[in-house]
Nanobody
Framework: VALVESGGGSVQPGGSLRLSCVASGLAFNKYSIGWFRQAPKKYEEPIACIARNLSNTNYADSVKGRFTIDRDNVKNTVYLQMNNLKPDDTAVYYC????????????????WGKGTLVTVDS
């Protein structure tokens, strides 16, 4: 099983990035997917999730209204569109797969990706 994130990089405040997470080796449409992030010297934070059949999404208050999660079960891919980025969004972003209805807890994670770095700085 592999989850591979991409799309990270450096961007100025107010900018946008779109992260992708491509899954292989698992029955993708049987898993909900969550995005987590870990900023320097901070605990890991769940930020968004999407149910396996796209029926439900959820967002952390810190990103609500700025980030959008979506998935394509044909391409085995989950996306995280991030708009109006702020310096506090600087972190390594991880996608994860689990059996929870909408994966927003570390205890529910079955598989982790290795992460992609997002830096927001002027």
């Amino acid at each position: 099983v592999a989850l591979v994130e991409s799309g990270g990089g450096s961007v100025q405040p107010g900018g946008s990035l779109r992260l992708s997470c491509v899954a292989s080796g698992l029955a993708f449409n049987k898993y909900s997917i969550g995005w987590f992030r870990q900023a320097p010297k901070k605990y890991e934070e769940p930020i968004a999730c999407i149910a396996r059949n796209l029926s439900n999404t959820n967002y952390a208050d810190s990103v609500k209204g700025r980030f959008t999660i979506d998935r394509d079960n044909v391409k085995n891919t989950v996306y995280l569109q991030m708009n109006n980025l702020k310096p506090d969004d600087t972190a390594v972003y991880y996608c994860a797969a689990g059996y929870e209805r909408c994966l927003m807890t570390e205890s529910g994670v079955e598989y982790w990706g290795k992460g992609t770095l997002v830096t927001v700085d002027s």
